[in-house]
């Protein structure tokens, strides 16, 4: 396949604008291969389409900042539809699937799906499930599975709920600190798992602001970090009180679960997704968040070590360029778009996108009908 290799400078920023500045030492790993460490004055600013940074919580005093190297992309060839199916999955040892637009629209199953998972499955795939989907936890997302007939292990299931929870464990977040929410039930059900502390969720989507004159907004100091995921109970107390917390918190972390522009409810239509509640918050706040979900590497770096899975023989296949298939380029494996969801045919060869995975296909069911093709 034919490429061409491209420098980018990565880019990061550190906000200025905290009433109460902290100082966090951090270490972060860009790219596959390159490393790099640096310290910044308040909490981290990680583009979403950065690969994942990993930070130890530290609240020295140190504010020397070392500029980051320059990174090297590869801008890939146009991508190829899927013709040999059998070549694909024998290239592999895994396959991670997103969930909405490829396992289902809303509540509903695309066709085909039971057969093609069996196929795999019967020729010793490892099967893994990650979504961008907070609202519900690992355990939940089990039964729906089950719900929809699919039998698959909640260790096989991995969303930004479960994400968020993980990487606030991976970086030793203490316990006596405070986790405010915005965000549904599948991030505090994951929080708890963990042991943290939390506030906020659905018990704060009724909660109202009397704007009397010199009224005064309290919030918990001991608040610590603010994830935020999709909310159907977004409202203004929320985007209030996160902002005060990231503001005025000294070292407080700002989490988002996804930066998607727009989710499936339904099978009718998209609807706005996660990333319209990071926005507000993001907009509030003039700080970018840290991204646990797709396209960051984090997930796919923990379920790699978790199941000692080399990222060479992992197929990603999703139906979003900019978190599924971007998700598995930043983490070195194979791509494969499917066209059941989100991506249309024409925004994939639109000059436009940048984006190209390896191969695009209509829906995973084709893995049955190519395979009974080719020769």
């Known amino acids: 396949m034919l490429s061409r290799t491209t420098a980018i400078a990565a880019s990061l920023s550190v906000s200025t604008g905290s009433t109460n500045p902290?100082?966090?030492n951090y270490s972060r790993s860009l790219g596959l291969n390159n490393n790099l460490s640096y310290t910044a004055s308040n909490p981290v600013i990680v583009s979403s389409n950065s690969n994942f940074a990993s930070f130890a919580w530290n609240t020295s005093n140190n504010s020397n900042y070392t500029k980051p190297r320059m990174e090297r992309f590869t801008t890939r060839a146009s991508a190829q539809p899927l013709t040999n199916a059998d070549e694909l999955i024998d290239s592999v040892q895994t396959f991670i699937f997103d969930c909405d637009g490829v396992i289902w629209k809303g509540d509903k199953l695309i066709d085909g799906?039971?057969?093609?998972?069996?196929l795999l499955r019967s020729k010793g795939k490892r099967l893994v499930f990650v979504t961008n989907n907070s609202t519900k936890s690992?355990?939940?997302?089990?039964?729906?599975?089950?719900?929809?007939?699919?039998?698959?292990n909640e260790e096989e299931i991995f969303a930004s709920s479960f994400a968020a929870a993980a990487y606030l464990k991976s970086i030793n977040f203490p316990k006596d600190k405070k986790v405010y929410v915005i965000g549904e039930e599948g991030i505090l059900k994951e929080l708890e798992l963990a042991g943290y502390q939390y506030l906020g969720g659905p018990e704060d989507g009724g909660k109202k602001?009397?704007?009397?004159?010199?009224?005064?907004?309290?919030?918990d100091e001991n608040v610590g970090a603010v994830v935020v995921g999709f909310d159907r109970n977004f409202n203004y107390?929320?985007?209030?009180?996160?902002?005060?917390?990231?503001?005025?918190n000294p070292g407080c972390l700002f989490i988002a679960t996804n930066r998607d522009a727009v989710t499936?409810?339904?099978d009718a239509q998209e609807w706005a997704g996660g990333g319209s509640m990071v926005g507000a918050i993001r907009g509030s706040t003039q700080r970018e968040p840290l991204v646990v979900g797709k396209p960051s590497t984090f997930m796919m770096d923990y379920l790699a070590n978790e199941f000692g899975i080399l990222k060479s023989q992992i197929c990603m296949v999703g139906d979003r360029l900019d978190t599924d298939i971007l998700f598995g380029q930043n983490g070195g494996c194979k791509t494969l778009l499917v066209l059941s969801g989100v991506t249309?045919?024409?925004?994939l060869q639109s000059p436009n996108n940048s984006i190209q995975p390896d191969f695009y296909t209509?829906?995973?069911?084709?893995?049955l009908s190519l395979k009974a093709t080719t020769v």
Do not use: A
């Open 344 to 347: 249309t045919l024409s925004v």
């Open 138 to 152: 690992r355990k939940q997302y089990g039964k729906k599975f089950e719900t929809l007939g699919l039998k698959v």
């Open 22 to 24: 902290s100082k966090l």
């Open 209 to 219: 602001i009397d704007l009397k004159p010199g009224f005064l907004m309290e919030h």
């Open 237 to 248: 107390y929320k985007i209030q009180y996160g902002t005060l917390c990231i503001r005025e």
């Open 362 to 367: 209509n829906k995973i069911s084709d893995f």
């Open 113 to 118: 799906v039971p057969e093609t998972l069996d």
């Open 264 to 266: 499936h409810l339904t």
